[in-house]
């Protein structure tokens, strides 16, 4: 036989739902907080434009917010933010018919760690120009080419992230890699 139900004030009940919802608003904040600049970079880098990266992220969080109970772990979390950025990303060009190219000269250079002794980084122009020859890249190719050298993920990473074959994301680095050196040794060529 079963107990008498216990009777749980209405105020403590309240008082009780308020301090749910305030952690649960703290962990989500930590949360945003911890990945908001990589979710950004992400859409800046594909987007080109400052206006429409904020919009992407802002998205990408909203649906973070939808989907927290869903996610796993922490890890989960941060493969989750980039797989979406990267969709949100190129639905957002899609959907806005931008063409990154055009928008590239307005947007203000990403701040962005480059070795000393780097090539691209000692030479405005020639990053400039590695910058507007990514832009020139397919889709997909692009997303490839952000995560791989600007989110540093490895191959396996990518194709979890893109939901696409390893072997594919190593195409995509190959044929990109070969095309961006082509491209760059035809524009070195005419600056000689």
Not at 59 to 79: C, I, K, M, N, T
Not at 186 to 191: D, I, M, S, V
Request: aromatic share 4%; net charge neutral; charged share 30%.
């Amino acid at each position: 036989m079963n107990g008498p139900a216990l009777a749980i004030p209405i105020e403590a009940r309240r008082e009780s739902q308020e301090n749910v919802t305030a952690e649960a608003q703290r962990e989500f904040a930590a949360l945003v907080g911890e990945h908001q600049s990589m979710v950004f970079s992400i859409a800046l880098h594909y987007l080109r434009s400052r206006e429409s990266a904020e919009e992407v992220a802002q998205e990408v969080f909203l649906q973070l917010y939808r989907h927290e109970d869903r996610l796993a772990s922490r890890e989960h979390v941060a493969a989750w933010l980039r797989r979406v950025a990267c969709h949100r990303a190129i639905d957002y060009a899609r959907r806005r018919r931008l063409d990154p190219r055009t928008s590239l000269t307005e947007c203000p250079e990403a701040a962005s760690a480059t070795a000393p002794g780097d090539a691209a980084g000692d030479d405005p122009m020639l990053r400039e120009r590695l910058r507007k020859l990514v832009q020139s890249l397919p889709e997909k190719a692009r997303a490839v080419m952000i995560l791989r050298y600007q989110e540093d993920l490895d191959p396996e990473e990518i194709a979890r992230t893109l939901e696409m074959p390893v072997r594919t994301v190593k195409s995509h680095l190959q044929r990109s890699l070969a095309l961006l050196r082509e491209k760059l040794g035809r524009a070195r060529g005419e600056l000689v």
